[in-house]
């Protein structure tokens, strides 16, 4: 798997001339989970040194959020592990968002569908990816939507974004070091 796989016309342009990835999270109305791998991938982009690499955002496939910040829940438990989630909007997925980015990265096996049923141009079918195929360590498929549940549920979407994250970033690593 590699974090460009093509079609992509608007990359990151880096200090170096070469092009940033670009990677929107998706979920079913952008305020638990795909706001939550966002400000988690930032925060570890950013702690790498690797700002200049990357273009990170998040949508939902339902507009019911839209303008909305993250579930308090959800701003709640980022924050206790340093995350601000506070900044972000809901915003619904748009054809345009698979033109733009490099990577449309799916919480589940629903929002992966919807995704596919979307996509514009088959060509840019291989930019769809479940978020936790970064992660395959974890032996989850799927980041569990913990809106009807308790706080555990907001922990463990948390566990596994961060798993995800490093996985995108570790990806990102053996791609700078083998010169892709």
């Known amino acids: 798997m590699i974090l460009h796989p ?3 016309s608007s990359g990151v342009t880096r200090q170096d001339g070469r092009r940033g990835v670009r990677i929107l999270m ?11 791998a966002e400000g988690v991938l930032r925060a570890l982009v950013r702690q790498a040194g ?28 980022a924050l206790q592990r340093g995350y601000d989630l506070s900044s972000l909007r809901a915003r619904q997925v748009n054809v345009t ?26 060509a840019w079918q ?20 913990p809106y009807y549940g308790g706080v555990a549920g907001f922990e463990q ?7 995800g994250a490093r996985g995108i970033l570790a990806m990102h690593a053996r791609q700078q070091a083998e010169g892709k």
């Open 6 to 8: 093509g079609g992509c």
């Open 26 to 36: 998706v979920c079913l109305g952008n305020i638990c989970r795909s706001p939550t």
């Open 50 to 77: 690797h700002e200049s690499h990357f273009f990170i955002d998040s949508a939902g496939m339902l507009a019911t959020h839209a303008g909305q910040a993250p579930d308090r829940r959800s701003q709640q438990a």
């Open 97 to 122: 968002d698979f033109q733009r980015f490099d990577w449309l990265l799916a919480m589940d096996h629903d929002n992966l569908a919807g995704l596919q049923r979307l996509c514009p141009d088959p």
């Open 126 to 145: 291989d930019k769809l990816r479940l978020f936790l195929s970064f992660a395959p360590q974890g032996g989850l498929e799927e980041v569990p939507d």
């Open 157 to 163: 979407v948390l566990d596994l974004c961060e798993a």
